[in-house]
């Protein structure tokens, strides 16, 4: 009946909501490494940018957070 609908439709959102919740806590711990590849990353671009130009930068502007 509709009591027992509303049961299994509870335990199926339950069930999303830890699948969710697993996929949150994987994505908040590769967070910060995903942050410094792209850091990483784009400062070897400008570098290589700014070698072609003849430009040079301190490293301190990359230390900006």
């Given amino acids: 009946g509709i009591i027992e609908n509303f049961r299994e439709l509870k335990a199926d ?9 697993l996929c949150l806590n994987k994505v908040a ?7 410094d590849s792209y850091r990483e990353r784009l400062k070897q671009r400008v570098n290589k940018a700014l ?5 040079t930068l301190d490293d301190a502007i990359f230390k900006i957070k």
């Fill in 51 to 55: 070698t072609e130009l003849n430009v």
């Fill in 29 to 35: 711990k590769r967070a910060p490494e995903v942050a």
């Fill in 13 to 21: 959102l339950a069930a999303n909501g830890q699948t969710v919740e």
